[in-house]
Every structure is written in structure tokens, then in C-alpha cells.
């Protein structure tokens, strides 16, 4: 496709397939109406969403490339807590590997919602699986669905409220799950055909730019190739720092706005919050073999 540099695109968007409320043809169907050039489906440890939309069908005048979202355990040389999100771009989506790994992310994922609830039970908040299974609909089952239901019986006032509350790490039914080490997860992506990156980076729990650096060495040493420089999150100090480091290590920039529908209404597909301008030329250069 002959694009100019100034044509927009999204490569990190949820649908249905995991925790987002827009199906893969609505999201393609969306990416339609606001004339984006190219977009990435990157559900959460599912190629479920990549799949869909494939099956529906790409109109010509869209790229697409395939991805998915997968937890990991943050890497030894990172002294931060919580999930550490690798992005998975061009894969093969018929990786028998990648696709038995996801499988065992889906199960625990599917295990822990149980535990939360019955967590929630015990503090007084009295919701069941079956509203959760309701609210979430075709999609795979995770705290925001809880989320929602909390705030539908009046228990908190907002999405927000929930997690800082009652689900967050911090919070009474929070409860912890398993995550496939960084390492392998960036090997997956690699042996299935695909490019990984760091998302979000700003997320993180690093502090300076120095901190940043060390992590980006430790992580291009295992394999990764690109950085998720973009983000609807990021401040417009902390992009030009990943901008600035993304080329220091050589690694391939991308970015996207982490859209999950009605979640999330604050975050528009292609644009974030308003202000979030991500270029053609960076999927030109993300698919572009190496050497070329």
C-alpha cells in the first residue's frame, strides 16, 4: 500500500477475543470509519482476535498484521512487581508452541476469576460467576468484566473504583496468576515468525532514564526487537525518552493506543485520548525484514 507518512495507524488493540467490547469486524469496521492505514489485533495471551478478523475478512484498503499481548514474569534484571507485557507481531498463528503456551495462560486466566469472586463473597460483596459469564459476553473473562458488574450492583461508582478498591494488586480480592517467563515468551514470539516488543514501557516501575537503559540491554541480550514507544499513557517526555532509546539499542519503534471499547470509553481507536498520532512509516519498518 502507498501510504504517506502522515496516514495513521493502531497496533495494539483488544477486542471480544479478551477483554475488550468491540468484536475483530467491529474493530476493522471502526479502523474503517476513522480511515486508519494499518492496525495490529493484540489480545491479551489469545491469537483468537488476529484469527477472527482474518476469517472476516481485511479489506485492500487496510494492512493488517497479526499479534497478541502475553503476561509475563518480569525478567531477573528488573526489580519491579506485576505482569511485564510482550507484544507479539507477524506471527504465524498456527505455531503449535505459541499456541499451547497460550492455551496454559487462557486456563489460568479462566481459574483466577473463580478465586476473585469468592474473595469478594467473603468481604460482602455478593456477585456470582454467571453475571460475570452475562457481562462478558463471547469474550475471555477477566477482571474488568468483575469490574463491571461491581459497578452495575451499585457496590462502586466507577471501573476505577473497583480496581483501586477491591481488584488491584493492593486490594482485598486481588489474586495473583501465573505468567510465562519473559525469556520464553519472547523465544515463542521469535520461533512462531514474529517480532516482540516491550508495551507500554511507561507503565513500568522505572525511575530514570538510566534504569530504562539497563532493562532495553537485558531485553534486546534475550531477543527482543522493537519497543512500544507510542501509547495512549506515555507523556510526551517519557516518548521522546523511548524514541531517543529505541535507537540507541537498535531496536524497531511501534506504537498504539491500547484500545478496549466501552471499558475504556476514554481511549479512541488510531488516537487515544486525542493526541496520540502514530506514523505509517512505523509499519513499513516494523514488517521490513532485517537488513532491508
Given at each position: 500500500m502507498d501510504c504517506s507518512t502522515h496516514a495513521e495507524?493502531?497496533?495494539?488493540?483488544?477486542?471480544?477475543?479478551?477483554?475488550?467490547?468491540?468484536?475483530?469486524?467491529?474493530v476493522v469496521s471502526q479502523a474503517l470509519e476513522l480511515n486508519l492505514k494499518a492496525i495490529a489485533?493484540?489480545?491479551?495471551?489469545?491469537l483468537a482476535g488476529s484469527k477472527e478478523a482474518l476469517q472476516a475478512g481485511i479489506p485492500p484498503s487496510l494492512d493488517f498484521?497479526?499479534?497478541?499481548?502475553?503476561s509475563a514474569a518480569p525478567p531477573s534484571f528488573y526489580a519491579g512487581a506485576g505482569s511485564f507485557h510482550i507484544l507479539g507481531y507477524s506471527i504465524r498463528l498456527d505455531d503449535p508452541a505459541l499456541?499451547?503456551?497460550?492455551?496454559?495462560?487462557?486456563?489460568?486466566?479462566?481459574?483466577?476469576?473463580?478465586?476473585?469472586?469468592?474473595l469478594l463473597n467473603d468481604i460482602g460483596l455478593a456477585i456470582t460467576l454467571d453475571e460475570v459469564r452475562r457481562e462478558a459476553g463471547?469474550?475471555?473473562l477477566g477482571r474488568p468484566h468483575i469490574a463491571k458488574v461491581?459497578?452495575?450492583?451499585g457496590f462502586v461508582e466507577s471501573m476505577n473504583e473497583a480496581f483501586d478498591r477491591y481488584l488491584g494488586t493492593q486490594g482485598p480480592a486481588y489474586v495473583d496468576k501465573y505468567r510465562i517467563e519473559c525469556r520464553e515468551a519472547i523465544k515463542l514470539i521469535l520461533n512462531a515468525g514474529g517480532i516482540p516488543a516491550l508495551a507500554h514501557p511507561g507503565l513500568l516501575e522505572c525511575n530514570t532514564r538510566d534504569q530504562y537503559d539497563e532493562l532495553l540491554t537485558g531485553?534486546?541480550?534475550?531477543?527482543?526487537?522493537?519497543?512500544?514507544?507510542?501509547?495512549s499513557e506515555h507523556t510526551p517526555e517519557q516518548t521522546r525518552l523511548f524514541a531517543e532509546l529505541a535507537r540507541r539499542h537498535?531496536?524497531?519503534?511501534t506504537g498504539g493506543t491500547d484500545f478496549h471499547g466501552s471499558i475504556h470509553p476514554e481511549i479512541t481507536i488510531g488516537s487515544g485520548r486525542g493526541d496520540l498520532f502514530v506514523s505509517y512509516d512505523l509499519y513499513e519498518k516494523l514488517i521490513c525484514p532485517p537488513g532491508e
Amino acid at each position: 500500500m502507498d501510504c504517506s507518512t502522515h496516514a495513521e495507524i493502531d497496533l495494539h488493540i483488544h477486542t471480544t477475543a479478551s477483554d475488550g467490547t468491540l468484536t475483530p469486524a467491529e474493530v476493522v469496521s471502526q479502523a474503517l470509519e476513522l480511515n486508519l492505514k494499518a492496525i495490529a489485533i493484540t489480545d491479551h495471551d489469545t491469537l483468537a482476535g488476529s484469527k477472527e478478523a482474518l476469517q472476516a475478512g481485511i479489506p485492500p484498503s487496510l494492512d493488517f498484521i497479526t499479534g497478541v499481548e502475553i503476561s509475563a514474569a518480569p525478567p531477573s534484571f528488573y526489580a519491579g512487581a506485576g505482569s511485564f507485557h510482550i507484544l507479539g507481531y507477524s506471527i504465524r498463528l498456527d505455531d503449535p508452541a505459541l499456541n499451547q503456551a497460550l492455551e496454559k495462560l487462557q486456563l489460568a486466566r479462566k481459574n483466577r476469576n473463580p478465586a476473585i469472586i469468592s474473595l469478594l463473597n467473603d468481604i460482602g460483596l455478593a456477585i456470582t460467576l454467571d453475571e460475570v459469564r452475562r457481562e462478558a459476553g463471547e469474550g475471555q473473562l477477566g477482571r474488568p468484566h468483575i469490574a463491571k458488574v461491581l459497578v452495575k450492583k451499585g457496590f462502586v461508582e466507577s471501573m476505577n473504583e473497583a480496581f483501586d478498591r477491591y481488584l488491584g494488586t493492593q486490594g482485598p480480592a486481588y489474586v495473583d496468576k501465573y505468567r510465562i517467563e519473559c525469556r520464553e515468551a519472547i523465544k515463542l514470539i521469535l520461533n512462531a515468525g514474529g517480532i516482540p516488543a516491550l508495551a507500554h514501557p511507561g507503565l513500568l516501575e522505572c525511575n530514570t532514564r538510566d534504569q530504562y537503559d539497563e532493562l532495553l540491554t537485558g531485553l534486546k541480550e534475550i531477543g527482543l526487537l522493537a519497543v512500544e514507544v507510542y501509547y495512549s499513557e506515555h507523556t510526551p517526555e517519557q516518548t521522546r525518552l523511548f524514541a531517543e532509546l529505541a535507537r540507541r539499542h537498535e531496536l524497531k519503534r511501534t506504537g498504539g493506543t491500547d484500545f478496549h471499547g466501552s471499558i475504556h470509553p476514554e481511549i479512541t481507536i488510531g488516537s487515544g485520548r486525542g493526541d496520540l498520532f502514530v506514523s505509517y512509516d512505523l509499519y513499513e519498518k516494523l514488517i521490513c525484514p532485517p537488513g532491508e
